[in-house]
Nanobody, 121 residues
Framework: QVQLVESGGGLVQAGGSLRLSCAAS????????MGWYRQAPGKQRELVAA???????NYTDSVKGRFTISRDNAKNAVYLQMNSLKPEDTAVYYC???????????????WGQGTQVTVSS
């Protein structure tokens, strides 16, 4: 059974930093893109940052220059370093990965359980 397990959320003051981690486990043949999404109360889930298997990254405009996404392919892991946090970054953060379990399967999206990030002003 394939799963994504996140860690690293918490409560931090504005201007502070947090690092989120996410590791994929189980029967995995290949991982394509990995990323982080977030969902604030009353809002839709949005893409925060993503990284391809080759290391190309993209960010939503509101986090550019403050957040850094990285991945460790040997560990099937993705990380999100969040600096200069703002109250508007408060949300549940979800790890996402496009994975296939065998050569013959298609890639499909997998989600972590979510981790709460709260930034106080």
């Amino acid at each position: 059974q394939v799963q994504l397990v996140e860690s690293g959320g918490g409560l931090v003051q504005a201007g502070g930093s947090l690092r989120l981690s996410c590791a994929a486990s189980g029967r995995i043949f290949s991982i394509n893109a990995m990323g982080w999404y977030r969902q604030a109360p009353g809002k839709q889930r949005e893409l925060v940052a993503a990284v391809t298997s080759g290391g190309s990254t993209n960010y939503t405009d509101s986090v550019k220059g403050r957040f850094t996404i990285s991945r460790d392919n040997a560990k099937n892991a993705v990380y999100l370093q969040m600096n200069s946090l703002k109250p508007e970054d408060t949300a549940v953060y979800y790890c996402n990965a496009q994975m296939k379990i065998t050569f013959f399967h298609d890639y499909r999206n997998y989600w972590g359980q979510g981790t709460q990030v709260t930034v106080s002003s």
